[in-house]
DNA sequence: TATGAATGAGATTTCATTCAT
DNA sequence: CATGAATGAAATCTCATTCAT
C-alpha cells in the first residue's frame, strides 16, 4: 500500500515533468524533487528514465479510456451519441492535457525502440477504441462503410491537433467550438450541399 | 556558389538524420560524417544545432509548399480541385518523409524555446496555407462557413496521422486508400444518409 | 544453532559469487537471493561487503589448510611426503575453486584497506604453513638451505599459477600432469643433468 | 604527432594510478587530472575506461617483453644464459612496477569479459614467449622434456609471487636473492643430493 | 532477529561547442 | 573558409548501506 503510494506519487510528478519539458529536457533529479523522494527510488521503481515514460503514458492513457467509457454507457439516439463521444474526447484530452500533451509530442523516434514499442501500443488501442465504436455504429447502419482502421485514424488525428493547439492557446477557440467543428466534419463534411452539383 | 553547394550537402545530411532518428538522438558527428564535411564546418554554416534543425524543417517544408502550389495551379471543378488538393499533400507528405517525419515528431517542448518558436512558424505558414484554401472555397459557396483555422488544422491533423501511420506501415493500407478515405470524410463526412433521422 | 546455520548459508552464497564475479562485481543483492535471506540481513551478519568478503575468505583457506593437515599426518617416506603435499595441495586447491579463484584474483589494492590487512593475514598463515614443512624438510636434511620465505612463496606462486589456469581451462593439461611437473621442478629442477657442464 | 603525444601522457597517468589503487577504485577524474587533460580526452582517445585499461596493460607487457628480448641476444653458455633471463625478468618486473602490479592484481573476472580476454591475450604472449625459450633450451639438450607450457606458467607463477611480494615488501628478500632463489629451484630443485635414497 | 523499501553520494559516459592551426 | 582534437558541464544510473516495521 504503501509503496503503491510512492509509485504513485512518482508518476504525478513524471506526468507533470513530462508534459511540461518533453522526454529528453525532463531531468530525472527533477522528477525525484518533485515527488517529493530520492533520486534512487525512481530507479527503485522503474528500472529507467524510459521505463519510467512509458508508465506514465501508459497509466496516463488508460485513465482517459476508462472515464471515455462510463461516459458513453448511454442510450441516446446515435448523432447524440457520436456528439457525446467526440465532446468527451475533446474534453478529457485538454483536462488531461499532461498525458495528451505527451501522447501528441512524443511518438518521436527519440526514445529507446523498446519503450517505444510500448507507447505506441498503448496509442494503438486507444485507436482501437475508436475503431470498435465507428464498426458498431456502421454494423447498425448509422455511419458509412469506410475502412475503419483509417477513419479512426482520420479521428484521432483531428482532435489531436486541435487539441494540442488548444492547450497551446487556451485563448484561442473556445472548446465548445472545437467540438463543434469536428462533429460537423464528421456528420456532413466540408462540403456545403449545392457544391456536388460543381 | 561553392558555399551554398556546402550548406545545401548539410541539409540534405541533416535531414536524413534528423527524419530518422529525432531531434535529441541526432548526434552532430553523424550529420557532418553524412554530410562529408568537418564537424565545425557545420558551426561555420549554423551556429548551432537547433538553428540547423530549424533550418532543416523550414527548408522542407516550403519545398512542399511551392510544389503544392505549383500543382494546383489548374481551372478543375471546386471538388476536383478538393480530391486534387488532398491527393497532392498526402503523396507530397509520403514523398518527403524526410520533413514530415520530423514535422510530425519534433513539435514537442523539447527543443530550445527559441528554436521551437521558429519551426511553429513555419507549421503555422503551412496550417495559413491551407486556411486561405478553405476560405476561397467558401467564398465561393463550395464550402460550408465553419472557423476556418480549426478546419484547416483538422485537415492537417488528419493528414498527418494518416500519412505518419503510412510511413511507419507502408504495406499497410494504400495511398489511395487513404486519400479517398480523408476525401470522403471531408465532403459527406462519416455519418451515413439515412441516420440524420435517428 | 539456527542463527549459525543462517551465517553459513550467507557464506556459502558469498563464496559462489566472489568466486564467480570477483568482489567489485559481487552485489550484495545477488548474494541475498542466492542465500536466500533478505539484503539486510546480510548486513545483520556482517558488518558491510568488505567484512563479509574476508569472513568468505578466511573461512575458506582456513578449510583447506585443515584438510591438508588431516592429509599429512603419516609417515611416508620424504620424496612421498613431498609429492603427497603437492598432489594435495594441487587438489583441494582445484576442488575448493571458489575459494582459490577469489584467493588467486583479488589480492588487488581495490578493496578496504582495512579488508585487504585481514586477508593478506590469511593468505600468510597459508604461506607460513608452507613454510614450516620446507624448514622442517631442511632441518631433517632433506631440502638444500634455501630462505624458507622465498621457497615457500615459490611453490605458493607455482601451484597458484598452475592451478588458475586449469580452472580456466579444465579441458588442458590434466592435474596428474601438473602435480607431477611441479613436483619434478621442486625436486630436481629444470634443466638436464649433462647441462651442468656446458 | 601531438596526438599520440596526447595519448602517451595518458597511459603514463592510467599506467600510475592503475597500479597504485586498482582498476576499481582508480576513477577516470583522477587519470585525467595527472595527465594535465579534461576528463573528455580520456574518451576522445579510448572508449571506455575498460579499454584504456587494457591498452595500458597491453603497452606495458609489450614494453617489458621487448627490453627481455634486447637483452638476451647474446651468447653465453646456456646456464649464463638462464641466469641472465630470470635476473632479467625479475629486474624488469620490478622495474616495471606499475604494470606487474596491475598485470599481478587485476587479472580477476572484475572487468569486461570482452577487456579481459583482451588482457588475457597479452599474458598469454608472455607465457608463450618464455615457452619458446624453455623449448629451444630442450631441444638443445639442456632442460628435461618436461610440458613446455606448464613449465612456462610454473616460472612465471614463481617470478608473479615473488616479485610482487618484493613490491609489497621492499625492505624484505633483496633481489639478489629472489633471482638466486629461483634460479637454483629451476635449475636443481628445492631438494637435496642424498635425499633421493631416502 | 529479520526484512526490504528507500536513500544519495558518486561513477562513467556523452556530445554540443570551441578555437588554434 | 575549413578542420577536428580537445573540452567540461551535465545526465543517467548503480549499489552499499540504513532503519522503520
Chains 1, 2, 3, 4 share one sequence.
Do not use: W
Amino acid at each position: 500500500m504503501k509503496k503503491e503510494f510512492k509509485k504513485d506519487q512518482i508518476l504525478g510528478a513524471a506526468s507533470a515533468i513530462f508534459s511540461q519539458k518533453g522526454f529528453h529536457q525532463a531531468k530525472m533529479d527533477e522528477i525525484a524533487v518533485l515527488a517529493k523522494v530520492a533520486k534512487g527510488t525512481l530507479y527503485y521503481n522503474f528500472s529507467s528514465k524510459s521505463k519510467l515514460f512509458a508508465a506514465t503514458v501508459t497509466q496516463g492513457l488508460n485513465k482517459i479510456m476508462t472515464q471515455i467509457k462510463e461516459e458513453l454507457e448511454s442510450d441516446l439516439p446515435f448523432m447524440a451519441h457520436l456528439k457525446g463521444l467526440i465532446s468527451c474526447i475533446v474534453r478529457l484530452y485538454i483536462s488531461h492535457s499532461e498525458v495528451s500533451r505527451i501522447y501528441a509530442n512524443e511518438m518521436s523516434s527519440s526514445i529507446d525502440d523498446q519503450v517505444l514499442v510500448e507507447i505506441k501500443e498503448v496509442r494503438k488501442e486507444f485507436i482501437q477504441f475508436i475503431e470498435d465504436i465507428l464498426k458498431t455504429g456502421e454494423e447498425k447502419g448509422y455511419l458509412k462503410p469506410l475502412p475503419h482502421h483509417l477513419s479512426a485514424m482520420a479521428v484521432v488525428g483531428m482532435v489531436d491537433t486541435l487539441c494540442a493547439n488548444h492547450l497551446d492557446h487556451p485563448a484561442g477557440s473556445p472548446v465548445e467550438q472545437i467540438i463543434d467543428t469536428i462533429f460537423t466534419i464528421l456528420s456532413t463534411g466540408l462540403v456545403a450541399d449545392n457544391s456536388f452539383n460543381a
